[in-house]
């Protein structure tokens, strides 16, 4: 089947607004024609999407599916738009992917002092994705936290970063100064041991409501800070690495010269 890049965006809006209401308002189209479009969308692809109740809408294993794929397809789309006009008009430009509570403003400062030339877009990463943008386009270079599939990549490791437990207020474990991972044994790990989240929102919106805990790196806690939640340093968690990453075989130009001059400015403490 040929993919509806129109039905697929209609159905991002209602997935992450989890309402149709809501979701025909940002799309400015009316609620009857956006519920029509999504049924007929689900009867191309054969499967359910959402499970709709008269008070709430919820994704299908089928519709997180869908969602966590269809940022990607709808990004490689407007991403291959861009660079097929920006080539007819000769701009030089990079775009660089980082993940949540990362921050490459002052390395793209020093690049951009050398090449000035060249044009730098960011790209924030949703939790659910890490190298997915450097292999579909959209993205040349990446600021990432390891795990992440590092085959036909280039890395190179500028830090590394604790991770915290991060557990609602009125939590058992909440009083304490730290924590060991046995602490978090028996508990819904949202994630790993509990429910999938599609955003760190979601994700924290739901610790908060007591309905799991999360290991989760100390600068996305720092960035997402909020009433009712709590954060305790896991004694014996590792360390995750964090690093810049690329392609492999992109040759001399701005993506190498991004890689050399962004790792310098990163691996400097404090950075």
Do not use: N
Not at 133 to 151: I, M, N, T, Y
């Amino acid at each position: 089947m040929d993919l509806d890049l129109r039905k697929l965006r209609y159905f991002v809006a209602v997935a992450e607004h989890r309402h149709f209401g809501r979701a025909a308002a940002a799309l400015f189209i009316a609620q009857p024609v956006l519920s029509r479009q999504i049924r007929a969308f689900e009867e191309e692809l054969g499967c359910a999407l959402f499970t709709r109740t008269t008070r709430s809408v919820e994704l299908t294993s089928a519709g997180q599916q869908l969602y966590e794929e269809a940022h990607g397809i709808t990004a490689a789309v407007e991403g291959a738009v861009r660079r097929v006009r920006e080539a007819g008009r000769s701009v030089r430009r990079l775009v660089v992917a980082f993940s949540a509570g990362l921050h490459v403003a002052e390395a793209i400062r020093a690049f951009t002092a050398v090449r000035p030339e060249v044009v730098v877009d960011v790209l924030p990463l949703p939790w659910s994705e890490r190298d997915a943008p450097l292999r579909d386009g959209r993205a040349h270079v990446g600021f990432l936290r390891h795990p992440f599939d590092d085959s036909g990549l280039r890395t190179v490791a500028v830090g590394h970063e604790t991770k915290v437990a991060c557990l609602p207020a009125g939590h058992p474990l909440a009083g304490r100064r730290t924590l060991v991972l046995a602490d978090l044994d028996g508990e819904p790990v949202l994630d790993h041991r509990g429910r999938r989240t599609a955003s760190l929102e979601e994700k924290f919106e739901l610790i908060a409501s007591g309905q799991g805990v999360a290991l989760v790196p100390l600068s996305v806690m720092r960035s997402y800070a909020r009433p009712g939640l709590v954060q305790l340093p896991v004694t014996d968690f590792p360390p995750v690495v964090t690093c810049l990453a690329a392609p492999e075989g992109h040759g001399p130009g701005p993506v190498a010269d991004f890689l050399e001059t962004a790792a310098a400015v990163l691996r400097r403490p404090g950075t």
